[in-house]
């Protein structure tokens, strides 16, 4: 039984955001001034202060019968906290605007915001402004993220050059694959009420989906590494997408191979039971928010040794084009067939 | 008759975003990088950085029967850039996200996009980043301003002082008057294909509700006769709630005066075509833009000489609370009964 709700209007904007906002404190010495002003302050003198933001809508990007609402608030961070790490970059703060639809109790902005809470603690993020509105027509989330990186550790998307490493984190293809069975679930559960979905063996793919983690761990490690990427995109629409990404702003080209992207078992095991092409999946299923990076050739034997990252191809003249080699050793020209919400993608 | 529209699916996400953002030049010495990686970069060695986001929803925020889209982007803007002005500071960047539902065209992303950047050139202010994805929920935009002010000279809401003056730049009002007036014509011409709107005489109202400006003016003018004001706003919300929110930060009261309060001709003759209560519009209407500031007693006659600028009232001990002299001499407590999309006011 749903227990008693509170209506947003019994608090009012200010009131709303002051109630979900208490109890965050202020852990960065960049944050001079969080909630509560015309602007929030920071103070970046010694390094480059890095911006990232992403607009996630209700319908579009998140569907609210399969993701709690406290998972949401995380995985809003968490995706925006991936933009500042893919610059090589340390996040420092973000600011949190909300569109809210009269459907929303006070009690579920609360989830929303103990999401983003948990995110915060656990990154270090300070959470210093935004702006709360009502909405006609659901949840409407705007998250920007702001970082630091000093200027020499800075990694575009435009550094890379031919023989240099291609580089991935973690593996590839598991959150689209989540939502796949997400998908499913939700189609097999129509009109039952004491539903239980099937998600047995499969937890891997559900936890990716829905509580990405942005791969801080793989900026640190390199860092004490003392490796410096010469280009790093983070995978938020497929590997195919985002290689091509790197490839067209440095003027090179690409080979990777397809039995060196790593894939989980559980996410081969869920292509198979839905009959789907699991290189796709892990070419194209988006969503990954893992790390895609280049690195000098000298440096193979220092980057293959930090856990979770695999070396997956090489770098080429632009003229050679964006290539896999196959299994069976065949080239596949690279096209970014990728999650994109708005129609047709780029080639 | 409408002319042939591309649809946005033949561009793509990231083929639009290259579209609109063509041209776009980069003016500030403190962007390093701007639209195209993940993040944007800065760079504000000796400055605090000050950053400021707001979210316009359609339907809530915008009507499009009335707002050119030109308009709505330059307003999106200058909303945003108003809330850097009021710490004192200068705007330099923006980024901007979009959700976009399927009745836009390529070219009324165009347009949309014309009126942001007439803003970013008359403000100076580079454009270095954003979102875009669909939306089925009608026109989302979220703009994110990045600015900077040296530390001495912010402007917080909490500095202001008992016996301070309490300053207004422009008038008050007029914007509010000018939602009444489009919405009367909008009403007017519902299901008239031929109807002309009757603004004559009301431009002036049509203009600040359209197409308001942020007052860059006050700031520079301000600062050449060497004055820091010791709390300053802008007046979105409504002069009531702006005025608590200093007095609440700063913990302290107020008294204005009702015959100091500045309201232009074209507001007054609008209130009384409309019946409503002047002094309401102008403490209540919301969306005005206007600075509102405090400085030391001793600053009288100075900031008296800047044109544009009103002293209105001045500030009290805490105790004495917040309250307007009306022109027969009686106290009325001030409350905050503004602009306020999520339902109750704070009071």
């Known amino acids: 039984m749903e227990e008693k709700l509170t209506e947003i209007s019994t608090l009012g904007e200010f009131g709303l955001i002051d109630h979900v906002t208490k109890g965050f404190e202020l852990k960065n010495e960049s ?11 920071m103070h970046y003198p010694d390094t480059e202060v890095l911006v990232s933001t992403d607009l996630l809508l209700e319908g579009i990007h998140f569907d609210l019968t399969y993701v709690p609402l406290k998972h949401l608030g995380y995985k809003a961070v968490a995706v925006n906290l991936s933009d500042i790490y893919a610059m090589n970059g340390t996040p ?3 600011t949190v605007s909300l569109g809210i639809s009269k459907r929303f109790a006070v009690e579920h902005i609360e989830q929303l915001y103990s999401g983003i809470r948990l ?3 656990i990154y270090g993020i300070d959470l210093v402004g935004g702006d709360t509105t009502s909405s006609r027509q659901g949840l409407v989330i705007s998250i920007t ?3 630091d990186a000093p200027k020499e550790k800075i990694a575009t998307r435009s550094g890379a050059h031919p023989n240099d490493l291609i580089c991935v984190s973690g593996d590839l293809g598991a959150a689209y694959m989540g939502l796949q069975l997400l998908e499913r679930e939700k189609v097999a559960s129509a009109g039952q009420i004491d539903f239980t979905p099937d998600f047995a063996g499969k937890e891997y793919l559900i936890e990716r989906q829905l509580k990405p983690e942005p791969r801080r ?20 629409d497929g590997l195919s997408s985002e290689l091509l990404h790197i490839c067209g702003k440095s003027h090179v080209g690409c080979r990777i191979y397809e039995d060196r992207i790593p894939i989980d078992y559980q996410t081969a095991v869920m292509a198979e039971e839905l009959g789907m092409n699991l290189v796709t999946a892990a070419l194209n299923g988006g969503e990954d928010y893992e790390l895609l990076f280049t690195v000098p050739l ?6 293959e040794s930090i856990p979770g990252i695999k070396i997956i191809g090489h770098v080429t003249e632009e003229k050679l084009g964006c290539a896999m080699i196959t299994r069976d050793g065949n080239e596949m020209q690279l096209r970014a067939q990728g999650f994109n919400h708005l129609g047709k993608n780029e080639e």
Chains 1, 2 share one sequence.
């Open 31 to 41: 944050t001079v001034k969080g909630v509560g002003d015309d602007c929030a302050v």
């Open 92 to 94: 420092r703060q973000i």
């Open 298 to 303: 000298h440096l193979h034997e220092q980057v």
């Open 217 to 236: 761990d793989i900026v640190q490690n390199l860092d004490k590494a003392g490796i410096i990427p010469t280009s790093m995109i983070d995978i938020s």
């Open 119 to 121: 995110a915060c603690e």
């Open 145 to 147: 993220a702001i970082g």
